[in-house]
């Protein structure tokens, strides 16, 4: 079987090879090129097994599936007042977290990875290679791992101690190289075109986001919320974002089940950013989309490590325009408050996902909306440091 | 409405309380006292949700739940060769990992603290306690968190420091005792008498086991394994074993399954221990159970921290006769090349967790048997430290 066809969504034009639209990049926009969308059609919601493989017909690749049982994650209510009782069952609205941290290697990313390394395997690919300032790295390895392939990750010196630990205990080839993200996508580039290693990450400029293979992973992100739901609206998901990966995959993800009559609108999605590093909430800014599709920001420092990109990829400015969402910045101040005020009920979150759930406080919304912020990593990685940073 | 009666199941005495049967200690047995069985009859294995909370009246506790969405956690097959391929998908035989790191501590301790936190509101608690070497500790402190009770954790100055700052970031009051196990667990003990804080872990001596409402909650192990291998016989279940309220708890599980006739027959059960600290692997050696249930060995350092008692309880023995199992010791050098064998696989262990994969592939097995591993813990929390010890 061939891989499934890319196409630019932006354009339109036909598109190969994991570095976006290239007309669309002279265009001054990074825009991925994903595959069709899949057709569920028939299939029932209530029976999904859940993870990126639990629905093998919604994915580009024909398996066989490489999988560690990610997905399935647990979605939780949170106390919305300091009360000290439990809250009720899950009935009416509320903020709910999606907690990520429960994927195998601790993050989303695996859902990713999981999809990118069967599509590895179906290219014949020997090698894979990502670049990656943690979550994705040690994703990518504990998949190659578990596939048998060999796999190559570029860092920079800045990603934790915690994570080069996790990718290096999963036999991977850690390549840490001097400067930023730019050096280390370099670096990674250069492996690709030299060795034709399989690229498991972003890695051109502008970023067109991540292996469009990969991203549809992302996908099942809401088809598990859907199913968890079961026939009650969800009326806004808040995704931590930075190349807008996730975003985009579960923007598809319910654009698949709407087009297949499995649930009737698709919710409002709001990308959280933190405010030292934040092209989507600039851009909304804009009057037009052209303007919109262009911005660039400074991006500095933040303790949400994972987070923190210059431009908007054009996918997630399509997802926020598509359901009627917005952008959302918080400085890191409120990101760490937030962070203690989960774990003082017991969740232990990265800052980047605790990200989205203080921007999900500071929506206005009716008190029967539901509230869905993805809490993209587990805070076990840091455990015992000082800085409490993550790595993405 | 009153918690459940406990009652003896060696000599059929009821008890109160949380230190066991008062007459089979004097007679030097420590055996935990359990609620009734659950009567599962007329549920729907198939539509079973997963979790301690799944099916609410299997517990004997009337709620509200207290959850961070514990349970469902994957089970994932293993390669048996060094073939570097994916493995085929779920059918035929084979070595599976049940990997209980993906709970939302990232342990199985979750099912049980979930359970006790629920029985300590139900019975007007405003404060629990729990005496850990770690994982129970920081589960005990995420679900008090949850449930907005204080929590105390008594620990020693040998649990590793990720594991001593996860309870801190619960905010639990964290109690560093001198000396070992038992110096621990007789300042809880005082604790207990003194304060009537609820006790959500083993604190007495011969030790009795956990909290038997609390350890209701790892039935939903057997529950959710029986519901994923759906009408396919699994034919061995091993768990790393300490104080055996895992091991117990699985096989009451699978029993209820069974008396419903959800399920044909109970897996054999077998408990992995340390070498350097194996009460039943002793205890099996005996030629009667007189002499079994009186076992008393040494117990030395390991790099299964979360393991190593000196006597077996008597309801992991009771699992293992009823069940025809049996108890197996691996050196650490067996437990550390499997830890690594794991995450050369993409799966990322405790010490603890890698004793029972390290046992399962000891025993022989026909080719189309199934063979379930119960891995415990992550190793997440461990990254970064040269001694990859573990907590319990």
Chains 1, 2 share one sequence.
Not at 125 to 143: E, F, L
Not at 214 to 237: M, P, Q
Not at 285 to 300: I, N, P, Y
Not at 356 to 372: H, K, M, Q
Request: glycine share 12%.
């Amino acid at each position: 079987m061939p891989p499934a066809p890319l196409r630019c969504p932006r354009c339109g034009r036909a598109a190969d090879g994991f570095t976006g639209c290239a007309s669309c990049a002279r265009d001054g926009v990074g825009v991925n090129t994903p595959p069709p969308l899949a057709d569920l059609s028939g299939l029932d919601l209530a029976a999904y097994p859940g993870g990126p493989w639990g629905w093998p017909t919604a994915l580009p690749v024909p398996g066989p599936p490489v999988t560690l049982g990610e997905g399935n994650t647990p979605v939780v209510r949170l106390r919305t007042t300091a009360a000290t009782v439990a809250p009720p069952p899950a009935q009416g609205g509320g903020l709910w977290l999606k907690y990520e941290g429960a994927n195998p290697t601790g993050s989303h990313k695996d859902r990713a990875m999981s999809v990118g390394v069967a599509a590895a395997l179906a290219a014949g690919a020997d090698t894979v290679v990502a670049a990656s300032s943690g979550n994705a790295g040690a994703a990518a390895a504990a998949y190659a791992a578990r596939a048998g392939l060999r796999c190559v990750v570029f860092t920079t010196d800045a990603v934790p101690p915690q994570l080069q630990a996790q990718i290096d205990a999963f036999g991977a080839e850690r390549r840490v190289r001097g400067g930023g993200t730019a050096e280390r996508n370099a670096a990674m580039a250069e492996a690709v075109a030299l060795h034709g290693w399989y690229p498991l990450t972003s890695f051109s400029t502008p970023s067109p986001g991540g292996n469009p293979y990969a991203n549809e992973g992302y996908k099942s992100v809401a088809h598990e919320l859907a199913r968890d739901f079961a026939g009650r609206r969800i009326d806004t998901v808040v995704v931590p974002t930075s190349r807008a990966d996730l975003l985009a995959g579960i923007a598809r993800g319910f654009r698949e089940l709407r087009e297949a009559g499995l649930i009737a609108e698709v919710p409002r999605l709001v990308a959280a950013e933190p405010a030292a590093a934040a092209p989507f909430t600039a851009a909304l800014r804009a009057s037009d989309r052209a303007e919109q599709e262009r911005t660039r920001v400074d991006s500095g420092p933040t303790v949400a490590f994972s987070l923190g990109e210059q431009r908007p990829c054009w996918q997630g400015l399509d997802a926020l325009w598509r359901t009627g969402g917005t952008a959302v910045a918080v400085d890191d101040e409120v990101t760490m408050a937030e962070c203690r005020w989960l774990a003082a009920e017991g969740l232990l979150l990265e800052p980047s996902s605790a990200v989205a759930v203080a921007v999900a406080r500071t929506l206005a919304t009716g008190p029967d909306a539901v509230v869905v912020a993805i809490g993209t990593a587990t805070g076990m990685k840091a455990l015992g440091t000082a800085s409490g940073r993550d790595g993405g």
